[in-house]
């Protein structure tokens, strides 16, 4: 039978296929950027609560207004900015809802979108179903593997043109961890103000930065508010991904589009979560200190053993992956590495290639999530001391 021809340029997300061969191959799973320890209990009391409580019907569309009220709160206390929690605000089904219904909303067929690559794997499937054109521009790995990934502003203004309708930004960065700098988004800001283009940001890192580095949201920067969407949600910052709850944050006039689409695609994201999310951005600032020194602590451990193991391992300055050259282990590719991986050595991991538009960059890569717990870490760890350099050739 005939698919759509929209459903027939992409794959099935290789990121969710690694998970299932980590549980098919009894595998530690250090592919999908999932927690496997406890949400905070303070919330979860919450959600139970909010359950017994009958809050379970239908929210309203755009989300719960008191959960709404609380996301203007938080973006007011961490970036400064005053939203309107009436009109700039749509709750959806994580950030990954949030996104597509943003593209869907904002974007026609045929406008361009600006991609960095590598990048988290939805956005390309994301364009394909709204119609744009992606255009990538390269972020490229550091020569020194404690240094940042950069861009080239030449080529980066070169994919900036009169089809331009949205560049799309993810800071901290998956998979690469990098955090884009002030300069970095001036230059941004420069390029969307001159070519009239949205800006839309994935900040669900936001919280997990390491060696003193700040999170930026580019709405912050002057000239920007009125054309960016930002997009977060609860699933990284309250380790809680199962639960699907995210949003998008955009001017009133734009946030009326994204709403419409938002709503016939999913009505609403669970009620009884929204809930809990109110009490989650409610934690106290020492939450995210606390959480980040528990990432740092997880990021160096693995970094010291890749790097044991013959890796060229990246140092992300935030999020919780190690994307990583595996040039000196001489295999084919980033997919028959990451084959190996999972089923003669026993960990899961994501070839890079799944972060790059194909066929594309990442067949010398690999990415390593670090979002778990210390003793997985450890389990992973002893599987690596087995791959140390030539053993595999
Ligand atoms: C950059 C990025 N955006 C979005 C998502 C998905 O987030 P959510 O659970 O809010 O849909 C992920 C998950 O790994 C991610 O890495």
């Not at 974007?107 to 744009?132: C, K, M, Q, T």
């Not at 951005?281 to 790097?307: H, W």
Request: proline share 5%.
């Amino acid at each position: 039978m005939r698919v759509s021809q929209k459903a027939a340029q992409f794959t099935e997300s290789v990121i969710r296929e690694m998970t299932r061969q980590a549980i098919q191959h009894n595998a530690v799973n250090l592919a999908q950027g999932f927690p496997d320890f406890a949400a905070p209990e303070a919330i979860k009391l919450v959600a139970q609560q909010a359950v017994a409580a009958d809050i379970n019907q239908y929210a309203i569309t755009w989300g719960a207004q008191n959960f709404r009220r609380s996301i203007a709160d938080k973006f007011a206390t961490w970036q400064r900015i005053e939203i309107d929690p009436e009109r700039e605000i749509t709750v959806c089904c994580g950030s990954t809802e949030a996104m597509i219904a943003t593209l869907l909303a904002l974007v026609d067929p045929g406008e361009e979108v600006i991609v960095f690559e590598p990048f988290y794997e939805n956005y390309g499937p994301d364009a394909i179903l709204s119609g744009a054109t992606p255009r990538y521009v390269t972020l490229h790995p550091p020569i020194e593997e404690n240094d940042e990934w950069s861009f080239d502003p030449t080529a980066l203004r070169a994919a900036f043109n009169s089809k331009t309708r949205a560049i799309i930004l993810n800071t901290p960065h998956n998979p690469t961890g990098k955090v884009f700098t002030r300069t970095e988004l001036e230059l941004i800001r420069d390029l969307c103000v001159e070519f009239d283009v949205l800006a839309i940001t994935d900040e669900i890192y936001e919280h997990i930065l390491y060696d003193g580095a700040v999170h930026i949201s580019i709405a912050t920067i002057e000239g920007m508010r009125e054309r960016t969407v930002t997009i977060n949600s609860l699933s990284k910052s309250y380790s809680v991904t199962g639960w699907r709850v995210g949003w998008a944050i955009a001017p009133p006039a734009l946030t009326a589009a994204i709403r419409k689409v938002h709503d016939f695609l999913t009505v609403g994201a669970a009620a009884p979560l929204q809930a809990a999310g109110a009490a989650a951005l409610a934690l106290p600032g020492s939450y995210y200190t606390e959480l980040a020194a528990k990432y740092n602590e997880r990021r160096n451990l693995l970094l010291t053993a890749l790097r044991q193991a013959g890796f060229k391992a990246f140092k992300p300055g935030g999020a919780y992956y190690i994307m990583t050259d595996i040039a000196s282990f001489h295999f084919a590719d980033d997919r028959a590495f990451a084959a190996h991986l999972v089923q003669q050595v026993g960990i899961a991991t994501v070839p890079g290639s799944s972060f790059y538009s194909p066929p594309g960059g990442g067949s010398q890569q690999i990415r390593f999530a670090f979002c778990k717990q210390l003793s997985t870490l450890h389990r992973a760890i002893e599987k690596l001391q087995s791959i140390q350099l030539g053993q595999l050739q």
